[in-house]
């Protein structure tokens, strides 16, 4: 099913006629979030109801919303289809008033989005991968995550913000929707949002990395690396027989970055696993002529996991003896850790509640 949300702009001109109704109705969509047809008041009522006929703008409704302690709010999104997906709107810095009660900065937001129902990569740590493979997003369903988000916020249209692909599912196995989703993202007539604004998160797929890097769309990559040795890596990433290290960091070289900006490796840190010292000595002769940054993230458990949280004192360690070296290594604080954080974690406490 094609909705409003999948077309670009040039798509919705071709599809239109005369062409600036186009125009109108991105305004409509995007600067506005309209919910509806009805409200577009310049849009002559038959186009609307062909429009409403054809491209259908209900896509998506959000069906749980948790809000945590640090302004973070994770909403559970149901699909047409009765499936859903989960996104995160994490307030990375908070309003700041002088004392006169004068706003001196905004907030600033990162929106984490989801790319499939399930994942394929199954991952042994990650929730997500526990209900196997179900289907990809749409381009619309992307795009309807952010505008559903922008207007449940009342985020202003010109208010900027960043987009993380990290939420359910591995975005480069979603090739097509995902790589038009950032498109229409940029768009100046739309959202607006800066590709430099847009970082994709991947397991890994060494070609489709490759692929995405000859398309150059300006936007960052973040690598879940993880594991430092192959045999490691593959009992943590299944897929990792296929496309082990070595052809993830061939793939990375070759990807063009921005010459201001890194790369970065995400890593999830395990206790016993791959907290050591000597893996952060291997890591950093692994990403040694890279323009990387590492970012360590805390293991979050639930119920039916073997893996365990690993100690703060180990994640210090760690980062310490990167930075030390050079390689400029950060701590993923757990925002909204008291919301089922990690991906996949509030869907699961839908279906548990429900069951
Ligand atoms: N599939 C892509 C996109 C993001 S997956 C990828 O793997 O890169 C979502 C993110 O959640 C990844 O960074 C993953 O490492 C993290 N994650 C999954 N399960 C987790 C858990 N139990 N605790 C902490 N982070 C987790
Ligand atoms: Fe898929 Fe990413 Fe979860 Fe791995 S961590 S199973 S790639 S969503």
Not at 47 to 52: A, N, T, V, Y
Request: with cysteine; hydrophobic share 35%.
């Amino acid at each position: 099913m094609t909705s409003i949300y999948d077309f670009t702009l040039d798509e919705l001109k071709e599809n239109l006629k005369p062409s600036f109704r186009a125009k109108q109705i991105y305004d409509w969509l995007y600067k506005k979030y309209v919910t509806s047809y009805d409200e577009m008041l310049n849009v002559p009522k038959d186009i609307k109801e062909q429009l409403q006929e054809k491209y259908p703008m209900d896509i998506m409704t959000i069906i749980k919303k948790e809000q945590s302690r640090d302004g973070s709010i994770k909403y559970l999104f149901k699909l047409r289809d009765n499936h859903t997906v989960e996104a995160v709107l994490l307030l990375m810095k908070k309003k700041k008033k002088d004392e006169d009660g004068n706003i001196i900065r905004s907030e600033q937001y990162t929106v984490c989005i989801s790319s499939q129902v399930g994942c394929k990569v199954g991952c042994t740590f990650c929730l997500t991968a526990k209900g196997g493979f179900v289907r990809n997003l749409t381009v619309g369903e992307y795009i309807a995550q952010i505008v559903n988000i922008k207007r449940d916020n009342e985020i202003p249209d010109n208010k900027s913000l960043n987009i993380v692909y990290m939420g359910m599912g591995e975005p480069l196995d979603n090739f097509d929707n995902f790589t038009k989703a950032v498109e229409i993202f940029s768009d100046e007539n739309g959202l607006a949002i800066n590709r430099r604004r847009q970082t994709v998160s991947t397991s890994g797929i060494a070609t489709k990395i490759k692929k995405l890097g000859e398309k150059d769309l300006g936007i960052q990559l973040a690598i879940s690396l993880h594991a430092v040795d192959d045999e490691l890596r593959s009992e943590l990433i299944p897929m990792n027989k296929a496309y082990n290290i070595a052809s993830i960091i061939e793939a990375v070289k070759a990807f063009p970055v921005d010459t201001r900006k890194k790369v970065m490796f995400e890593y999830l840190v395990i206790k016993g696993k791959n907290d050591s010292i000597e893996a952060a000595r291997k890591l950093l002769t692994l990403l040694n002529g890279i323009h990387a940054k590492v970012n360590l993230i805390y293991f979050n458990p639930y119920p039916g996991t073997t893996y365990q949280r690993p100690e703060e004192k180990d994640m210090i360690k760690f980062k310490d003896f990167l930075n030390e070296r050079g390689l400029i290594c950060t701590i993923r604080e757990s925002k909204g850790l008291d919301i089922s954080a990690a991906c996949g974690q509030l869907k699961e406490k839908e279906a548990n509640q429900n069951a």
